[in-house]
Structure formats: C-alpha cells, structure tokens
C-alpha cells in the first residue's frame, strides 16, 4: 500500500512539473521575439549631465549645467530570437548656469540583446551616430555613441510598457586650430516608454 502511495506521489508531482513546464515554454509573446519581428518604441523622459572632459581629457570639476529632459522614437527588427537590430531618432535639452540651452538630436543605428520571459523583457543595446548640438544658436554636428538596457512588461500581445536607462558618451570635436576646444561630455538618460510590436 505504501509503494502504491509513493508510486502515485511520483507520478502526481511529475504530472505537475510537466504542467508548469509546459506553461512556461508556452511563452504567449515569443511570436514577438522571431526573425522579422519588429517594433516601434516611443520613450519620454529626464535627462542628467553627469560629467565633461577638457580636450586634455581632464575632467571639468563642474559641468554648470542643471537636469533636462529627453525624448526618443526606436524602431527595432529581430534578426533572431534574442537580437535586434534597429535605428533611433532622439531629442534632449539640458540648460547652462548662464539661463542657456543646449540642444543635442542624435541620430543613431542600434543594436539589442533581448532576454525574458512571460510577461517581462529585458534588454540590453548599444547605438551608434551622429549628434547635431546646438548652443546660442552655434551648431556642430559629430558621433555619439550610448549604452544602457531596459525592462518591459507585455500588458497585451501587441503592447508593453516599461522604462530604461541610457548613457550617452557625446564628443565635441573640432578640426585644426580650433582642437583646443575638443571636448567629451556624458549623460544619464532615463525614460519610461510604450512599444508596440508587430
């Protein structure tokens, strides 16, 4: 009688395993981590100067410029069930000591290493591009690149929302006489965003 309990003890908690793992792989949004999967992100948010280098590469002991604000639109294309490759449009502002504003629209080629399951996605991106920089109506046009990562929650099967940090590494380069001015500034962007997947 008890090798009959035992016996049926085993084949119940096996039974059960096989049910939670059978819903675990059941991932009902793994249709939107597919080759050729794609997806559009629109992201608003804050935006913090965290630290600035002189041309010698020395670090400026005060940035004199207060917290802005971000905004940006990323269009992502899975390659396969975990890489996404994609490009990015943004916005920011931050304002100087002196009532300035400095402007910086970036525009960048992206890739991302997505991970998770139901319903929350993790991601992790690099992007590279040009940055158009604006100040007191002066501009300069040179590259950026940014790092950073995201989480996300699927609130449907075409929907979800989440947030995510961004560092931005942005070289201010100037040619010839004028590589005195060089300089290389680093921003923290943090955002909350809604991404549609289709």
């Not at 920011?92 to 290493?113: D, K, Q």
């Not at 940014?146 to 942005?170: D, P, Q, T």
Request: net charge positive.
């Amino acid at each position: 009688m008890k090798k009959k309990l035992v016996a049926a003890a085993i084949v119940l908690l096996v039974l059960c395993i096989g049910m939670v793992w059978a819903q675990d792989s059941a991932d009902p949004f793994a249709a939107n981590r597919k080759k050729g999967s794609q997806s559009i992100e629109i992201s608003p948010g804050g935006f913090l100067p965290l630290f600035v280098l002189d041309s010698n590469c020395a670090m400026i002991s005060t940035p004199n410029m207060s917290p802005g604000a971000a905004f940006s639109v990323l269009y992502r294309y899975m390659l396969g069930k975990n890489l996404g490759v994609g490009g990015s449009i943004a916005g920011s502002f931050v304002t100087t000591v002196g009532g300035r504003t400095l402007f910086l629209a970036p525009v960048c080629v992206s890739s991302t290493w997505v991970f998770g399951t139901d319903p929350m996605e993790f991601d992790i991106s690099a992007e590279i591009g040009m940055n158009v920089m604006r100040l007191s109506g002066n501009g300069i046009i040179s590259p950026i690149a940014k790092l950073g990562g995201g989480i996300s929650r699927y609130i449907s099967e075409s929907w979800s929302i989440g947030g995510k940090l961004m560092w931005w590494f942005v070289p201010e380069l100037h040619l010839g006489s004028y590589a005195n001015l060089n300089s290389y500034a680093s921003f923290l962007e943090f955002s909350i965003g809604a991404q549609y997947h289709f």
